[in-house]
């Protein structure tokens, strides 16, 4: 007799992107974010039929737009939709996040600072649009469906899926314009793969998702205070340092020349900052590599951005700042995370 098993119950929640654009044309895989169309999660799986074969599917739409124009308020919105999805459903397996690619590294990481969950959030995206020849917007939605069904996905923090591989969401950064490997995870590699005959883990991250559980308790309505990245160059002087304060920020992410120091006018004007109560964390601009604690950081004040991107830095400092920590607390929060 043979016996039909049901399968895993997953939620895909749509936010836009590539991944659910139409182009105006099956040949236009550039103009379509601002010329194309949008559709919704139930005309993406319409598209993509073979997903009904790996997951029993809940469409939940959400936003519809390209990631460009997602925001800190969207991701606790969105993170909110997710706790409220796995109270209500504690049946689901897993979620999948439909997501532009844009920032999809940056809304993996809020969420994986932020979400304690015994549940597997996957975040996936495609580099040319559903409709365009040659897409891969269909083997990466299966394998995003494949990883959140999966039970050995569990408790290795939210993942991102494209082009056959599973990252972490600490490591993850988007690397390339426009070739499909644009997801890398350059210092440390990625976790596993989704293969033909599954799904394949080769490593965890041994790094504390959120030190203390301090941000998974940070409310909805969080409004996280102002941190800006600037860019380091050579020549680069006080002007935008003095500018994002200006504006109201109270932290400054310094995307330092490689090992991570900024041009000399600039650092005497992240030093002035600092004296101003200005929170200022020195990453690098290169791609890979840590800045680790010098001397010199120590002795200022300056927090080590250790091996996040500028980008990760910024949303790691302004959760720390949300949340009332002391100096010491974010320098341990970028050694420990």
């Given at each position: 007799?043979?016996?039909?098993?049901?399968?895993?119950?997953?939620?895909?929640?749509?936010?836009?992107?590539?991944?659910?654009?139409?182009?105006?044309?099956?040949?236009?895989?550039?103009?379509?974010?601002?010329?194309?169309?949008?559709?919704?999660?139930?005309?993406?799986?319409?598209?993509?039929?073979?997903?009904?074969?790996?997951?029993?599917?809940?469409?939940?739409p959400?936003r519809?737009?390209?990631?460009?124009?997602?925001?800190?308020?969207?991701?606790?919105?969105?993170?909110?939709r997710?706790?409220?999805?796995?109270?209500?459903?504690?049946?689901?397996?897993?979620?999948?996040?439909?997501?532009?690619?844009?920032?999809?590294?940056?809304?993996a990481?809020?969420?994986?600072?932020?979400?304690?969950?015994?549940?597997?959030?996957?975040?996936?995206?495609?580099?040319?649009?559903?409709?365009?020849v040659?897409?891969?917007?269909?083997?990466?939605?299966?394998?995003?469906?494949?990883?959140a069904?999966?039970?050995?996905?569990?408790?290795?923090?939210?993942?991102?899926?494209?082009?056959?591989?599973?990252?972490?969401?600490?490591?993850?950064?988007?690397?390339?314009?426009?070739?499909?490997?644009?997801?890398r995870?350059?210092?440390?590699?990625?976790?596993?793969?989704?293969?033909?005959?599954?799904?394949?883990?080769?490593?965890?991250?041994?790094r504390?998702?959120?030190?203390?559980?301090?941000?998974?308790?940070?409310?909805?309505d969080?409004?996280?205070?102002?941190?800006?990245?600037?860019?380091?160059?050579?020549?680069?002087?006080?002007?935008?340092?003095?500018?994002?304060?200006?504006?109201?920020?109270?932290?400054?992410?310094?995307?330092?020349?490689?090992?991570?120091?900024?041009?000399?006018?600039?650092?005497?004007?992240?030093l002035?900052?600092?004296?101003?109560?200005?929170?200022?964390?020195?990453?690098?601009?290169?791609?890979?590599?840590?800045v680790?604690?010098?001397?010199?950081?120590?002795?200022?004040?300056?927090?080590?951005?250790?091996?996040?991107?500028?980008?990760?830095?910024?949303?790691?400092?302004?959760l720390?700042?949300?949340?009332?920590?002391?100096?010491?607390?974010l320098?341990?929060?970028?050694?420990?995370?």
């Amino acid at each position: 007799m043979e016996v039909t098993r049901s399968l895993p119950r997953i939620a895909l929640i749509g936010t836009g992107g590539t991944m659910s654009s139409l182009g105006t044309s099956s040949l236009d895989l550039m103009d379509y974010p601002e010329y194309g169309t949008k559709i919704s999660p139930d005309e993406v799986l319409q598209r993509v039929p073979e997903a009904a074969q790996v997951a029993d599917i809940q469409t939940v739409p959400f936003r519809s737009v390209g990631s460009t124009a997602l925001t800190p308020a969207d991701w606790f919105g969105l993170r909110a939709r997710i706790r409220e999805l796995a109270r209500e459903q504690p049946q689901l397996a897993g979620v999948v996040i439909v997501h532009g690619t844009a920032t999809l590294e940056e809304t993996a990481f809020f969420l994986d600072l932020t979400l304690d969950l015994d549940l597997t959030v996957v975040l996936v995206g495609a580099q040319r649009p559903i409709s365009a020849v040659g897409t891969d917007a269909t083997m990466n939605l299966i394998g995003a469906l494949r990883v959140a069904a999966d039970p050995a996905s569990r408790g290795r923090g939210v993942l991102v899926v494209l082009n056959d591989e599973i990252h972490a969401a600490r490591d993850v950064v988007k690397a390339s314009t426009l070739r499909l490997q644009t997801f890398r995870s350059a210092d440390f590699g990625i976790l596993g793969v989704v293969d033909p005959d599954g799904v394949h883990f080769y490593r965890r991250v041994d790094r504390d998702r959120s030190p203390h559980g301090l941000f998974r308790q940070l409310p909805d309505d969080t409004v996280v205070p102002r941190v800006d990245i600037l860019y380091s160059y050579a020549g680069a002087d006080e002007t935008f340092v003095e500018a994002a304060i200006a504006k109201g920020a109270r932290g400054l992410i310094s995307a330092g020349l490689a090992p991570g120091i900024p041009a000399k006018a600039e650092h005497a004007a992240l030093l002035a900052a600092l004296k101003q109560g200005v929170a200022v964390v020195q990453c690098s601009r290169s791609s890979s590599g840590r800045v680790a604690a010098r001397r010199h950081l120590r002795e200022n004040g300056i927090i080590p951005g250790s091996d996040f991107s500028p980008q990760k830095a910024r949303i790691l400092l302004a959760l720390g700042l949300s949340a009332g920590l002391s100096h010491e607390e974010l320098v341990a929060n970028f050694t420990q995370c």
